[in-house]
């Protein structure tokens, strides 16, 4: 196909890549008993690429693994409008993600909190011994943080131990969970008070992804209609769960296209844009004199060693596809992607509307939902979009009206005008 023979070109794809992504080669059942439990099989995700994305001056094609109509369309389309008449810039803000050790009700607490600082470097001394080959690539425990918080219905005091940790080019959770577990012992040890969960937290505020897209001289009603859209998601949780929604649309495909974990991603996002006490959009647009100016930054926690990263033949030929040697650059892509893609429904939120463009590409499931096969689901396509033009409505119903009418009559066009 082509199509395969483009991306085998633009990313030096080797044949046995290509036959990989084309599933020709499919992963081997001892892989899926590898990743989970209980394996009967593979359910398979269509994987698309989005085209057009320029990113802090590199050209990239975008693998994003989905089901949902029209992302990926939404995404290039987006993306090909910044590359004419914007850019997209993006960075890294620290490299920590977190441990946390909890003493759930401490007895004294001016006492624990003294002896934890005082013991700091023992103890980080003592959780690098766990991670030795992460230490050897330049990474390990950088700090220890001591939280104090009450209880829920004032029922005492619990402190919370947070390690922070630089993960190199892991996603990380293995490993501090495992640093947390074995230090729980010496802490027991040195404050004589009981140490409850020890677990990593998925609110990675020590590690943020953050974007800006430019563009330039826009049309000044569209320009307004998307900073206005952006407000309305600032004023109204019911809308900015939406609007976050659509951010995560351009993150979760490739998250999952590169074996990472888009659950933990997605809550930390989530709590991310709760931090205020409010739940907020994690984007911002405004009008900065004649320009449109999107700005995104959130937590992410991505990894391109170890795990489904490795061990998922697919995985390993997406992130060659993306181009990225770390774990910090496929962070600032999910980013840059995001803010693409909210930019994408914004605009047609503020335009045309969302359903027009989404019900368009949403034909072609309608009609495979039909029964339509082969050369038919392109015809029943055709005539459902251009009953959606003329009547802004299309459904079920009248996907299996239009296949029943084409077998009954190939030339039936006319019959359903």
Known sequence: MDR????????????????????????????????????????????????????????????????????????????????????????????????????????????????????????????????????????????????????PYHDGTMLVIHILCDPCDAMGANLINQVCEAIKPKIE??????????ILSNLVDGKLAGAEVVIRNIDPLVGKGIEEAALFAKADPYRAATHNKGVLNGIDPILL????DWRAVEAGIHAYAAKSGKYQPVTDWKMEGGDLVGRIEIPMAVGIAGGVTKLHPLAKVALKILGVNRAEELGRICAA???????????????????????????????????????????????LTEILHREKNISLTRAKEILEAIRVAPDSRTLLS
């Open 4 to 151: 395969l023979e483009r991306i085998k070109e633009f990313c030096r794809l080797s044949d046995d890549e290509i036959d990989i992504l084309s599933g020709e080669i499919r992963p081997a059942p001892e892989v899926a008993e590898h990743l989970i439990e209980n394996v009967v099989g593979y359910f398979s995700i269509p994987m698309g690429i989005a085209t057009n994305f320029c990113i802090d001056g590199i050209d990239m094609m975008i693998p994003m693994a989905v089901e949902e109509t029209s992302i990926i369309a939404a995404a290039s389309s987006t993306a090909k409008w910044v590359r004419k008449d914007g850019s997209i810039r993006t960075y890294i803000k620290g490299n920590l993600i977190i441990g946390q050790i909890q003493l759930p009700q401490v007895q004294n607490v001016a006492r624990a909190k003294q002896i934890i600082h005082e013991n700091r470097d023992l103890l980080m001394t003592l959780a690098n011994t766990y991670v030795p080959g992460l230490v050897a690539r330049g990474g390990g425990i950088r700090d220890l943080v001591i939280r104090e918080l009450p209880r």
């Open 189 to 198: 040890e040195l404050t004589s008070e009981k140490v409850g969960l020890c």
């Open 257 to 260: 296209a590169t074996g990472n």
């Open 337 to 383: 992607v995001g803010l693409v893609q909210n930019l994408g429904a914004l605009k047609a939120l503020a335009t045309v509307g969302i359903v027009k463009g989404h019900m368009q590409l949403h034909a072609a499931n309608l009609a495979i939902a039909a029964g339509a096969e082969g050369s038919e689901i392109a015809e029943v396509r055709e005539r």
